[in-house]
């Protein structure tokens, strides 16, 4: 081909383009090699192009590949090593089995009717925003759920209709957040469901952005609800859909399971676990590290989405943001302030799972009181207050030390409360808060009856306003806002007065307006 080519194309003596056949050559010869020279060039032109082709093609490994999707999700999420909770079953049956209970376990479904509220009952599913133009509707049709933001606007109505593709919190009872896949990614959708409440809730959303007002998902909330997608590096919320393993499963905690699996299926009579981590026996730092990289304010990356293993530094991919007051947390902060509790700081061996057991749902009857989790290093005697509380609360040592209060930093607005935190946090800054004590005591003097019993229940609810009246106007002259709101509503809860509530309307528009502000 070299020597037609230059035969042809080039004067090999002058380097220059021929402007006619060489002499001294039949025309009959040249008149048979120009298909052939033709044939040649076209094939090489075909090579040329399908190189090209596959240099610029992602190989099948990278995010923005596509499978075909009669593939199963197994063979599709191996690249990676991640093979998700069915995998694990053919060894560890019950283990799993018990684990689905978990509130890990649900971290994030797909929605199903056994599992979705009531909100998408008829009658039901309707939600007016405080901007008078625009309202949501839930319903439930051909088995799918479906949020619909309507706009009015000087020409009509504009309906947007979201299927709801994912949910956070399901089976929790507490606030449920629902999210749609569309042109592989995903976004969060504006309306929750609030089992305490039994109402539905709105979550800031930008009125001038998308017709939904879906608003687009992190990497990071994807990683802390899910073992595994495969993410588009480069951009924020490109997932493949197929490869998606949902909820906090057994490889988040123990790995990717491929190596496991391969090694154990081959080597059946091996009785040590291989290629896979075991948490409880990591450095206790390392420990912390792989609950912190969700309970934690972890939130920027230094790497790429779901690359971080088990047994590694945390800070080898994630920046830890520092923050002032909780308000301003992430979602989930506990191992921040555990870290500050005395047990953590005089213990060489306390982590997380010294009270949690991450396989099993908490038992109802230690459920909120943490006493059995205590006695592992306490005595009953160790309570100097125990011989003064009544027998019915001395065993609630997290009520008084660990207490659930609201934290405001994730919260909703529902048709009748502004700024409303659904559902309070446990205090993982293992403490004395004597007013934790003083509301355990309310709630147990007011369900007794008798003279002695109600006297208390007056002189506890005004010592308890007084507190949260001084911490809401401490709050409010430190420019904490929501948090006033927060503070100002416990008061208010405890002793309704007109003047308390005055004050909570006033943070409340002085909140909303800076909101206001903020986004123009």
Not at 389 to 399: I, S, Y
């Amino acid at each position: 081909l070299q020597q037609i080519g230059r035969g042809v194309m080039v004067n090999e003596n002058t380097q220059e383009m021929p402007n006619e056949i060489p002499s001294g050559r039949p025309r009959s010869i040249w008149r048979r090699a120009l298909p052939l020279v033709a044939g040649s060039l076209l094939m090489v032109c075909v090579v040329v192009t399908l190189l090209c082709r596959s240099g610029s093609e992602p190989s099948p490994n990278t995010a923005t590949a596509t499978r075909p999707k009669e593939q199963p999700v197994e063979t599709q999420a191996n690249p990676h090593g991640y093979l998700g909770p069915q995998a694990c079953v053919a060894c560890h049956a019950e283990r799993v089995e018990e684990f689905r209970a978990t509130r890990h376990f649900l971290a994030c479904v797909v929605p199903s009717a056994d599992l979705m509220p009531d909100g998408f009952s008829p009658g039901k599913g309707t939600f007016l925003a405080r901007d008078a133009a625009v309202r949501f509707e839930m319903t439930r049709a051909n088995g799918k759920f479906l949020q619909t933001a309507i706009r009015s606007t000087p020409s009509g109505e504009e309906r947007a209709t979201a299927t709801i593709d994912l949910v956070y919190g399901s089976g929790a009872q507490t606030d449920e957040i629902y999210f749609t896949w569309r042109d592989g990614q995903i976004s969060e959708l504006p309306m929750s469901w609030l089992h305490p409440q039994g109402e539905w809730g709105v979550a800031g959303f930008d009125r001038e952005g998308s017709d939904d007002f879906s608003r687009k998902t992190t990497p990071r909330c994807m990683e802390c609800h899910n073992t595994w997608m495969d993410h588009a590096p480069g951009t924020i919320n490109h997932y493949r859909q197929e490869t998606a393993i949902l909820g906090v499963t057994c490889e988040v905690c123990h790995g990717p399971g491929k190596d496991h699996v391969n090694f154990h299926q081959t080597h059946p009579e091996a009785r040590s676990g291989q290629s896979v981590v075991h948490p409880g026996r990591l450095p206790r730092e390392r420990l912390m590290d792989l609950c912190s990289q969700c309970h934690s304010n972890a939130l920027k990356h230094r790497g790429p989405a779901f690359s971080y293993r088990p047994g590694q530094p945390l800070d080898d991919h994630y920046k830890t943001l520092t923050t002032k007051h909780p308000e301003d947390d992430h979602v989930a902060n506990q191992t921040t302030y555990l870290r500050e509790s005395r047990c953590f700081q005089k213990s060489d061996t306390m982590t997380c799972i010294t009270c949690h057991n991450p396989h099993v749902a908490p038992k109802p009857s230690d459920r909120g009181t943490g006493h059995s989790a205590c006695l592992e290093c306490h005595q009953a005697v160790d309570c100097g207050e125990r011989d003064k509380l009544p027998t019915a609360v001395r065993d609630n040592c997290v009520g008084c030390h660990m207490p659930r209060g609201n934290k405001i930093q994730v919260n909703f607005e529902t048709a009748t409360v502004p700024y409303l935190a659904p559902v309070g946090k446990w205090e993982h800054r293992i403490a004395v808060y004597p007013v934790a004590t003083d509301e355990i005591l309310l709630a147990w003097h007011q369900s007794q009856p008798g003279v002695d019993s109600r006297e208390e229940v007056a002189r506890l609810k005004k010592s308890l306003t007084r507190h949260w009246l001084s911490e809401a106007e401490s709050r409010r002259g430190a420019f904490r806002f929501v948090a006033a709101i927060d503070a100002y509503r416990q008061a208010q809860r405890l002793e309704p007065m007109p003047e308390t509530a005055d004050k909570l309307n006033e943070v409340v528009e002085i909140q909303r307006t800076l909101e206001r502000e903020m986004t123009r």
